[in-house]
T-cell receptor, first 114, second 112 residues
């Protein structure tokens, strides 16, 4: 019963490097999303997807790319890492139909950009 | 965009005390959710509310969907040490963008 799995759990990047944060869910959820969590700011939506082949921008999309080739996977790409992208990143999934209600979250990826 | 104001930002209480926190919005939501996050973990859904005025319980937790659809509160009765964590409210509107809007969280600490 894996739920939402994120890898890696921790990552340190140098400014300008690129990387992909992986997210996979085994619940056949159509809706998936990426959030970043910064101290005192709650969770802010980066990108989301309502199904395979469909993605859209959230509140803070700049510097990030996503794609959704399968129902199970929703990777988040950092194109050129910047210190401002130091954060904890959470992937979430939920049943579609009524949007992202009752989202299930992964354990997070703690990213530090130096 | 929509904003959720969550209060208080932090609470320090003694074991056994009741806890109350709330969330207010500048606009209407169709769904209110309450999540709890423990250190090093992702948020976990506690309660979901779908109708204005709805009052829902989950063990010692009780949450209500405000009648104006712009607010919600969460109560925890007889707090225990495992209640420690950050509690987030989140709102969703069916006919807006398909996004959950999160509050900034209430950090609950239990004093021994």
């Amino acid at each position: 019963n894996a739920g939402v799995t994120q890898t890696p759990k921790f990552q340190v990047l140098k400014t300008g490097q690129s990387m992909t944060l992986q997210c996979a869910q085994d619940m056949n959820h159509e809706y998936m999303s990426w959030y970043r969590q910064d101290p005192g700011m709650g969770l802010r939506l980066i990108h989301y997807s309502v199904g395979a082949g469909i993605t859209d921008q959230g509140e803070v999309p700049n510097g990030y790319n996503v794609s959704r080739s399968t129902t199970e996977d929703f990777p988040l790409r950092l194109l050129s890492a910047a210190p401002s992208q130091t954060s904890v990143y959470f992937c979430a999934s939920s049943y579609s139909g009524q949007g992202p209600t009752e989202a299930f979250f992964g354990q997070g990826t703690r990213l530090t950009v130096v | 965009g929509q904003q959720l104001n969550q209060s208080p930002q932090s609470m320090f209480i003694q074991e056994g005390e009741d806890v109350s926190m709330n969330c207010t919005s500048s606009s209407i939501f169709n769904t209110w959710l309450w999540y709890k996050q423990e250190p090093g973990e992702g948020p976990v859904l506690l309660i979901a509310l779908y109708k204005a005025g709805e009052l829902t319980s989950n063990g010692r937790l009780t949450a209500q969907f405000g009648i104006t659809r712009k607010d919600s509160f969460l109560n925890i009765s007889a707090s225990i040490p495992s209640d420690v964590g950050i509690y987030f409210c989140a709102g969703f509107t069916y006919f807006g963008n398909e996004k959950l809007t999160f509050g900034t969280g209430t950090r609950l600490t239990i004093i021994p």
